[in-house]
């Protein structure tokens, strides 16, 4: 954040404080200005105004400042700071680097008043020029470029809100983030920091269809619920559920260049696990630390509740500015149930006429409007770049008919739904089949169709109907068992069950397993396709049921997840499945 003191407007004084609210009097204001309040400066930002009363969400614990105190306008929206220096940071929801705020302070705990610019202002970054004197650029395009982090190279661009000009000066070497690094005929300085308003998404050219998946290696999602690169999810966690392995997952395998992780106000000690972890990953593709492509926004429930309704904005900010890099990012915010619960306590604290379970009517435009900044772009320098929203929700009681996850589910368009029941029966991950869905199949299996396979979608179609048919024939199983059955549907939900323990299930743990690429995936189900074609030929060649499944081969689908080589392996597998049940008739 920087709020300068040269933009101060007027100031005005406190008239009452109510938690996180402050109302002032006399207060010369626009919407969402920030302002500072009370003696000792704390952040806030202006929510309401009616007549000479303005309404302010302060970020920061208000306890001990009082009425009569003074409010500072500083006649500016609440902004990020934006440059090099972003990534391997982790702050907290108005962009102050937790760090620095730590030795400010002398402590872990954070205390009140204390600002810190969003990115370091005095280290020095070797500047590559990408133009030359006498070049046109024009906003948004990269006059040069500094190695941000051993694995991404910051594109420096002239800022969207710039005029534009012919270059007339450029420098090369180290400079500061607020060193002039080129200038424009028309009179502009174009330094490798810039500022944008939250609150605003940066602007693009367009917003396309996305039609690329983001890989991520698990083969439940890629497989049956893939998202597309720019495209929105939501994952319901309930506790043990698996959320946090299936997020450490996601930031590790999908293949996003960026990582922009926003953890708003799960419980104190979830958080710093976030604050502990991500900073021993690695990231597989290169070898190098994650964070060299993370950015971390973490609130901690014990943090002040306007601050986690900032947080998302923060981070959807940052990954925008990526995005404009042409990079593709992933925005992951955990969790949007706790930014919802933040904006209901203002809501109330405004005394606002209160909508569902006491969330403020306006909850499902505020969801809507933050995963709208989500898409697959054409950028104003002409590139293409991604943001995808995973949002993580965390409904009471895993009741997902509760108004945050039923929001969320008309927005956005995969579902994962975590399942705390499959948790406790060890399927991992515990996404529940039935439940989960995503609506980019369609405009993603051309892409699949490409790259790994021309019957990509009937092999997943396949794969769903047996999975469906499990699900029905389970029932009659519960009342009459198994044995009962018809020796056909004996026969699915035997295939049903190498779907589910081999495919469905995938060890995050194992060094092989964790990732699967989409071709092994593919693999893996035509393997079990082949089990039931050739099942199905026997069966109907009157072969009994229980020779059938007690063929030695077919357990061997349970280890190709594991299996390195796993193309031979599979090859191998197939044929000696076939041979092993054309020789019982
Ligand atoms: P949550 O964050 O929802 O409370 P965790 O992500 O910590 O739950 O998962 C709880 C436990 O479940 C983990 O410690 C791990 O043992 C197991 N687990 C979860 N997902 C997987 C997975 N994909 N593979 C293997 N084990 C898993």
């Known amino acids: ?3 300068t003191a040269q933009t101060v407007r007027e100031d005005g004084v406190i008239a009452s404080v109510s938690g996180p609210v402050v109302t002032a009097r006399d207060l010369d204001a626009r919407m969402n200005d920030v302002v ?29 400042i009082s009425p009569g105190e003074p409010v500072e306008n500083t ?17 907290d929801g108005v962009q102050r680097p937790l760090d620095i705020l730590e030795d400010k302070m002398g402590s872990p705990y954070l205390d009140r008043g204390v600002d810190a610019p969003g990115i370091e202002l005095d280290k020095q970054w070797e500047f590559e020029p990408e133009v030359e004197e ?9 006059v040069g470029t500094v190695e941000e982090t051993i694995t991404i190279d910051h594109k420096v661009m002239v800022p969207p809100d710039y005029e534009g000009g012919e270059v007339v000066d450029i420098n090369s070497g180290s400079y500061t983030v607020e060193e002039t690094v080129v200038e424009l005929d028309s009179g502009e300085e174009i330094k490798m920091r810039q500022e944008w308003p939250v609150r605003e998404a940066r602007p693009t050219v367009e917003k396309k269809t996305p039609r ?51 953890g708003c106000g799960e419980r104190g000690n979830e958080m710093t696990e976030v604050i502990d972890d991500f900073p021993e990953l690695e990231d597989p593709s290169t070898g190098n630390p994650l964070m060299a492509r993370t950015s971390l926004i973490a609130n901690t429930s ?32 955990d969790s949007t149930s706790r930014w919802a619960e933040a904006m209901r306590e203002i809501s109330s604290r405004l005394e606002e006429m209160p909508g569902e379970e006491g969330y403020p009517a306006y909850l499902a435009a505020r969801l809507a409007q933050f995963y709208e900044r989500a898409g697959y772009f054409e950028n104003i320098n002409g590139t293409e770049g991604s943001v995808s929203a995973i949002g993580a929700v965390s409904p009471p009681g895993g009741d997902f008919s509760e108004p945050v996850t039923q929001n969320t589910l008309r927005i956005v368009k995969t579902f994962w739904a975590l399942d705390a029941d499959l948790a406790e029966r060890r399927h991992f991950p515990s996404i529940n089949w039935n439940e989960s869905y995503s609506l980019y199949r369609d405009q993603l299996d051309p892409w699949f169709q490409e790259e790994v396979a021309e019957d990509w979608p009937e092999v997943r179609q396949w794969a769903i109907d047996v999975l469906d048919e499990e699900t029905e024939l389970q029932e009659i199983v519960q009342l009459v068992g198994k044995d009962a059955l018809p020796e056909d549907q004996q026969l699915t939900l035997e295939v049903a069950r190498y779907l589910r323990e081999a495919y469905l299930q995938q060890n995050a743990f194992h060094p092989v397993d964790t990732y699967c690429p989409p071709e092994k995936t593919y693999l893996m189900l035509t393997t079990i396709k082949t089990l039931n074609d050739e099942a199905f030929d026997a ?15 077919a357990p061997d689908i349970n280890r190709i997840g594991v299996q390195d080589d796993y193309e031979t392996y599979v090859e191998d597998l197939k044929a000696e499945i076939t041979d092993q049940l054309r020789n019982l008739y």
């Open 1 to 3: 954040m920087s709020q």
């Open 36 to 64: 500072y309040v009370g003696h000792e400066g704390l952040m806030g930002e202006v929510i309401e105004i009616e007549h000479d009363i303005t309404t302010v969400q302060v970020y920061e614990e208000t306890s001990g």
């Open 75 to 91: 006649g500016e929206p609440l902004t990020v700071d934006l440059g090099p220096g972003l990534l391997d940071t982790i702050y």
């Open 134 to 142: 006498g070049d046109a650029v024009e906003p948004g395009d990269v």
């Open 212 to 262: 690329t998946p983001l890989v991520s290696g698990q083969r439940i999602l890629d497989g049956l619920f893939p998202i597309a690169k720019g495209g929105t999810a939501a994952i319901p966690g309930p506790f043990g559920s698996g959320k946090t392995v299936t997020q450490h997952q996601l930031a590790k395998y999908a293949d996003a260049d960026i990582i922009i992780y926003v």
């Open 302 to 333: 014990n943090m002040p509740v306007a601050a986690r309704e900032s947080c998302v904005y923060t981070g959807i900010t940052i990954a925008e500015f990526y995005r404009d890099m042409g990079y593709d990012v992933a925005l992951m915010a």
């Open 539 to 553: 069966l109907d060649a009157g072969v009994p049921i229980e020779e059938i499944i007690d063929i030695d081969a």
